[in-house]
């Protein structure tokens, strides 16, 4: 026996309770079956040092919706849960913390860090994964995985390994991206470029006798420090005397050669450039060519070294200042422009970056990154919306080499041995203690692997590689990834590559980009802006279903979207509208009844309510399919909101309340198949609600998530019906509109007179004209019976309605209303004509000034015709 529902929905009372019966019940938990089709999405990783935001919650509400569409299609479906390891971000933390007691890392030694790192982890690093069931969202916590969990981090040390023996990794003096803050290196997607003003510095270098000179410009004077050449175009002809001689820097007063190099652009200010092999890209570049020397001038924390002479131990922006300032004093600062500009930005602490020339190991990707381009360009791998392909190729075209290794202890230790007896290098998935060449001990290098390296072997390391195991074989490739576009680069285009490298397939057909969500002004959600959004607290006070629903609905694929209050209101609206509709049919329903439908006795609505269900279906179904969720969504909230609960319920009233109970039932039958089917498709949108309410009905099963999602039927084809009730609501539509238009209350009852070309067929509507337009006496035939002049007439496609005026209104008292309305209408008419017939207000007055009042002399002039005529037919019905 079904329990009576509250009379209003308390989320807080039934999500916790629901998601903990799901997991306890194992609904979550997928096996390999090879009666089924497998589906699989493997959670993007949230950092461990994460608490769930407004990002996670869009991410995560996506992820859900297909995985529950997919199990209730049939599929065996496994969501993958996990976090990452965030080697910068979870070590900043931690020496963050210890420095509050006073202690440096290096205090403790790399061990007891780590032991430190772990105790972190454990204590604080399953925050967000306990967050992310306040969604709903259906993981399998059963396999819930860790980026330097045990299995990972094997298939981190293959994967290495495998590249290296391959000559695809490489250890080497690079120039690379520092983070002087982090103190670590890091790759070209882990440069976030912030526009900046700043200064172009002119500068002018000598010949050490002054016969000539050259200028060349900088936005890092600086970096002059570490000049080892100033460079110019071999064809341009204003340098050609002077190529292989030798210029002096100011200040420094070291002497270096004037080279040539096709990077020089001619056309581009003087045609010179300083070249500073040590700290920046293009110069290192250009040095490699021409064979200079590399001096590195910057300190690990972004201080001058040795290096700089009497600038030594300033900071850089310090001895920027500082080496102006000199460059002014002796003549050579030639001028300064502003200049506005992109700056590199570390991504975790945003410190400006600098380039420097550095030993790193690195992935050489030009090779790799070639079956990773095919993939997408063949159509083997998919992105929604396709536009972001443009971005991807842009990325995999002009990929430069991967700088892998960072300065860090937490995250997978290089698996790098060096002999410092003999100087052998050993890379190897084993500890190496003693040297295989002379039998020296060994040890192994300090640094660690890019958080990224082991996030891009995520689809495969955690269903087993490298072991070859059941899970691997059967889920593998895995189906959609759902992702930000802002990790296009760090995340996406690695796993790619690793999938054919490593898998030799593909690692997911699609991939699903979201925008970010922005605050109600369409700023970026920050802490630095103090705009961030608890996800928590919204489920606290709207609950999940309806922040889930709000973040989907009007949420295209690819598109960034503002976040309103709202929304999240106008969903729980919605939740309550479900609530109620649901109670307003289980309370009809009877226990020891059975309800089927039987067609014989299916009205003119029921046939209509089950057309529209099963084009639903169809159109969901598709929607789902083609990665339109904001669309389906919307589909679902209509159809419920407005031709179930509006339309639909409120025709059913009459057949509820009759003491027919063939009819009664047949009804309630109709009602019970079509919330069911309602509720399945609103379930991977609203989980909570939704299983809530299934749990109600008759014969549901056991959960509603491990039901059959809905098909189409060939057979629910009602055409000629499907047109009648078309005409049947536009009628009502019409009729409510005019009964807004003429201020009739609702309590007041008209009469009508409907004209159809099928008179008998619309018998049955009677009851639906009587409820939802306010009719109590209605007359339905071929041709009109009786007309006045003063009738109105409602004419739509394929019918007619005639209202007696004196249905609508009483005559005298509307007469006494018009009668007001036409006096002020001229009042206003004559206020505004008088305006426009001044000549001074015309010419003096703004233009849009004078256009408005011409605007509201029009619209009175109408107003005025409109409630004259009215008046006449009045007087008329007298």
């Known amino acids: 026996m079904k329990q009576e529902l509250p009379k209003s929905y308390d989320h807080s009372s039934v999500e916790s309770r629901l998601y903990s019966w799901w997991e306890e019940s194992g609904f979550f938990h997928a096996q390999p079956n090879p009666q089924k089709k497998p589906y699989c999405i493997v959670i993007p990783p949230p950092n461990i040092t994460g608490k769930l935001h407004m990002g996670h919650a869009i991410d995560n509400s996506l992820q859900d919706v297909l995985i529950r569409y997919k199990r209730m299609s049939g599929y065996e479906t496994l969501w993958l849960p996990g976090t990452d390891h965030a080697s910068i971000a979870t070590e900043v933390k931690i020496v963050e913390q210890m420095a509050k007691e006073g202690i440096h890392k290096q205090d403790i030694g790399r061990e007891a860090f780590l032991k430190r790192a772990w105790d972190w982890r454990n204590e604080y690093g399953k925050t967000i994964v306990k967050q992310l069931r306040k969604l709903g969202s259906s993981c399998d916590w059963e396999r819930e995985r860790f980026t330097m969990d045990d299995g990972c981090n094997k298939a981190v040390l293959k994967v ?71 460079a110019v175009n071999p064809k341009d002809e204003r340098y050609t005397d002077i190529i292989g001689k030798t210029v002096i820097i100011p200040v420094v007063n070291r002497e270096i050669p004037i080279v040539a190099d096709e990077y020089c652009e001619m056309d581009f200010g003087t045609g010179a450039v300083k070249i500073t092999p040590g700290h920046d890209p293009n110069d290192f570049e250009v040095g490699q060519r021409c064979g200079l020397p590399i001096m590195r001038v910057f300190t690990d924390d972004g201080h001058i070294n040795e ?97 892998i290794s960072r300065q860090l202890w937490w995250g997978h230790r290089i698996p790098a041995y060096y002999c410092d007896a003999c100087g052998e290098t050993v890379v190897s998935e084993e500890n190496v203690e003693l040297c295989p060449k002379c039998g020296q001990p060994m040890r192994q290098d300090e640094d660690v692997l890019d958080t990224w390296f082991s996030s891009g072997m995520w689809p495969f390391s955690t269903l087993g590689y490298p072991d070859n195991t059941e899970e691997l074989k059967y889920f593998y490739p895995t189906s959609t990834l759902i992702t930000g576009y802002d990790i296009i680069f760090f995340w996406v285009a690695r796993m790619i590559v690793f999938g054919y490298e490593v898998m030799g397939e593909k690692p997911f057909d699609t991939v699903y980009i979201h925008g970010l969500l922005r605050d109600s002004q369409g700023r970026k959600m920050s802490k630095s802006l103090g705009n961030g959004i ?31 209050i709202e929304k999240v209101e106008a969903a729980r609206n919605f939740c309550n509208k479900v609530y109620n509709a649901s109670r307003f049919v289980l309370m009809s329903v009877e226990d020891d009844v059975e309800y089927s439908i039987d067609e ?53 009233k009459p057949a509820l309340y009759s003491d027919q109970a063939n009819q009664k039932n047949n009804t309630l039958a109709v009602l019970i198949d079509v919330l069911t089917k309602s509720l399945k498709l609103l379930h991977p949108f609203m989980p909570f609600i939704t299983e809530e309410l299934y749990q109600q009905l008759p014969n549901s099963d056991k959960t509603i998530m491990l039901s059959n999602w809905p098909k189409t039927d060939e057979n629910c084809v009602f055409v000629d019906d ?53 009719i109590s006496e209605i007359v339905i035939c071929a041709e009109t019976k009786s007309q006045k002049a003063s009738d109105i007439h409602l004419v739509c496609d394929g019918a007619e309605a005639i209202i007696p005026l004196a249905s609508l209104v009483d005559i005298e008292v509307e007469l006494g209303r018009i009668e007001g309305e036409l006096k002020n209408a001229e009042n206003e008419m004559n206020r505004a004509n008088g305006k426009l017939s001044n000549p001074s207000f015309v010419a003096k007055a703004p233009a849009n000034v004078v256009a408005e009042e011409q605007r509201k002399l029009e619209m009175y002039r109408d107003m005025l015709s409109k409630l004259q005529h009215r008046r006449e037919l009045l007087i008329k019905e007298r």
């Open 160 to 230: 290495f390994k495998r590249l290296y023996d391959k000559g695809l990794i490489y250890r080497g003096d690079r120039i690379i991206n520092w983070c002087p803050c982090c103190k670590t290196a890091l790759s070209d997607a882990e440069i976030e470029y912030q526009e900046q003003d700043s200064h172009l510095w002119h500068i002018r270098y000598d010949a050490p006798d002054k016969s000539y000179s050259i200028t060349v410009a900088t936005t890092r004077p600086e970096t002059m420090l570490g000049d080892t050449a100033i």
């Open 307 to 403: 290096l700089g002479g009497r600038f030594e131990g300033l900071d850089r922006f310090e001895c920027r200042k500082q080496l102006v300032d000199a460059l002014e004093a002796c003549g050579n600062l030639v001028k300064i422009e502003n200049y506005k500009h992109n700056v590199g930005t570390c991504y975790r602490c945003h410190t400006t970056s600098e380039s420097i020339v550095s030993k790193q190991w690195f992935v050489d990707m030009k090779p790799l990154a070639k079956p990773a381009l095919e993939a997408v360009r063949n159509g083997e791998i998919k992105f929604v919306p396709e536009r972001f392909t443009k971005t991807y190729y842009n990325w995999m075209e002009n990929i430069r080499d991967w700088c």
């Open 534 to 564: 608890d996800p928590l607290e919204i489920v606290k006070d709207y609950g999940s279903d309806a922040l889930r629903f709000s973040l989907i609905t009007g949420n295209s694929a690819g598109n960034d979207m503002r976040f309103y």
């Open 600 to 652: 014989k006795l299916l009205t003119l609505a029921d046939k209509w309510i089950l057309t529209r269900m099963d084009n639903i279906i169809g159109e969901v179904t598709s929607n789902l399919d083609a990665h339109e969720l904001n669309i389906a969504a919307q589909k679902i909230y209509d159809f419920i909101w407005t031709e179930l609960c509006d339309w639909y319920i409120e025709m059913a």
């Open 722 to 774: 499907m047109k009648h009730m078309d005409i049947v609501m536009d009628l009502i539509r019409s009729i409510r509109n005019l009964r807004a238009e003429m201020k009739v209350p609702p309590s007041q009852k008209i009469s009508a007179e409907i004209i159809v070309k099928d008179a008998t067929a619309f018998e049955t509507a009677k009851p639906y004209f009587m409820r939802l337009a306010g």
